[in-house]
């Protein structure tokens, strides 16, 4: 474990979901053409709201985890014609989203992050909840369990995380 980050699994069966709110939506894609317009308008959003971030994702770089390891998730709203926000994720670690850093620990699971919601549109104030909320619903389909990390400073998401049954689990090397 890391000081600096704050590592976290959800078990299927310990996930405890809030009310989904209909006027929310989600979609998995996993090619830039499938998401081109929506993916193009978040990149220009973290470009605007953390311009001093010297690692914040280009276009390039979210074709290049399309084209390798990664999957990304499209957050809608019914008020908003673009996506609202992101998340991406991987049957591996990662922590660039384009290579591999190590195996999950457990079969049948998922590795999730890189969230990000436009606060430059008016969202709503439930947005971060019901992103967290649908994206770990999509996950539950799929696989047994839910592996992510947050910078240790990043209070908001974890909180919202632990609402939804979140536990912290040491599984990074």
């Known amino acids: 474990m890391s000081d600096d980050r704050y590592e976290m699994r959800v078990k299927k069966n310990e ?13 998995s894609i996993e090619k830039f053409k499938e998401g ?26 979210v074709k290049k985890r399309l084209d390798t390891i990664s999957k ?18 991987s049957e591996v670690v ?9 195996p999950l620990p457990t079969d049948n699971s ?23 909320n649908f994206a770990f619903r999509m996950f539950f389909e799929k696989y047994d369990y839910t592996y992510g990390y947050m910078d240790s400073w990043n209070k908001a998401p974890q909180k919202i995380c632990h609402k939804l049954g ?8």
């Open 15 to 27: 996930f405890a979901p809030f009310p989904f709110k209909d006027s929310y939506s989600i979609r």
């Open 36 to 61: 081109e317009y929506h993916l193009n308008k978040i990149v220009e959003s973290i470009n605007q709201r953390l311009s001093d971030w010297p690692t914040r994702p280009t276009i390039e770089d």
């Open 72 to 89: 990304c998730f499209l957050f809608f709203h019914k008020d908003f014609d673009q996506a609202i926000g992101w998340g991406w994720y």
């Open 94 to 102: 990662t922590y660039d989203w384009i290579n591999e850093s190590e």
């Open 110 to 132: 998922v590795y999730f992050g890189g969230t990000y919601v436009c606060k430059d549109l008016d969202i709503p104030l439930s947005t971060g909840l019901q992103m967290y």
């Open 166 to 173: 979140v536990k912290q689990v040491n599984f990074m090397k």
